[in-house]
């Protein structure tokens, strides 16, 4: 037998060793939340510029009392609550947590807080065909498809004096849509843009394009009030035991200054 016959070869080796690398898994695991992140952004923004819509500023220097007891079974009414004493704080007011040691009352309600789904198809939508006994399914073969969906926010308030009952102040209704549009064109997609989103976005990755770039300056009925969504410092605290922090943070009365949304 020719000595070559005994030697070993690497064949067998190396198949071994693929076998071994390709043998490993891994695995992942998935979850999705009750409600989608673009309803929850599409109420919350809605929810934010009909507050900022408000003008509170003549109930400055007033200690208040926001009831929002109306508010316990509206969707997200815990958010516009927040909301509506972020803005009292901000417009120079001094909340109370106890009604009794208010000077006014505003209590609060919203008309409307939800979501609306449009849809558009030009092609052929997803249909179930039966031939012969036998159940078959055609998929959607869309040229052009288009789904808009907006969160909707209506609210108001008014105030009365605590003591006597007597009618201070109402805000008038604050109303706001917050849009989102997806489209989808020759089966690519979605292209995502809207009022929850900085630019264009292409299956959740930005486009950056001269035209998606956001449009300067806001609306004008927010443009002299507290824009909820950028920070804003409203007082420096002093060091705790120091005589400073003994005395209250707002030392007058007077409504604060309006605040230009840069």
Not at 131 to 160: C, H, W
Not at 211 to 238: I, M, Q, S, Y
């Amino acid at each position: 037998m020719p000595p070559s016959c005994h030697r070993p070869t690497l064949a067998p080796l190396l198949c071994a060793a693929l076998c071994a690398v390709a043998s490993g898994c891994g695995t992942t695991r998935w979850s999705d939340s009750k409600r989608t992140a673009t309803e929850q952004l599409l109420i919350s923004d809605a929810v934010e510029r009909a507050v900022m819509q408000i003008d509170m500023r003549p109930l400055a220097g007033q200690t208040v009392f926001l009831d929002t007891t109306i508010l316990d079974d509206v969707t997200d009414g815990k958010y516009l609550a927040s909301a509506l004493r972020h803005q009292l704080l901000a417009s120079g007011c001094r909340l109370s947590a106890k009604e009794d040691d208010a000077d006014l009352v505003v209590e609060a309600r919203a008309g409307a807080i939800g979501t609306d789904r449009n849809d558009l198809l030009f092609g052929i939508p997803a249909t179930s065909v039966e031939v012969a006994g036998n159940g078959t399914s055609i998929p959607e073969m869309a040229l052009f498809k288009r789904t808009d969906q907006r969160g909707v926010a209506e609210v108001n308030l008014f105030a009365y004096e605590r003591s006597s009952g007597r009618a201070v102040w109402q805000s008038g209704l604050a109303r706001t849509n917050s849009n989102t549009r997806d489209r989808w064109m020759m089966g690519t997609g979605p292209f995502q843009d809207g009022d929850i989103h900085e630019r264009m976005e292409f299956a959740g990755e930005r486009l950056r394009k001269p035209w998606n770039e956001p449009p300067d300056g806001v609306d004008t009925a927010v443009a002299e009030l507290t824009d909820l969504r950028h920070e804003k410092v409203f007082a420096t605290l002093p060091p705790k035991g120091s005589p400073a922090a003994e005395r209250p943070v707002v030392a007058d009365e007077r409504p604060v200054d309006p605040v230009t949304v840069r």
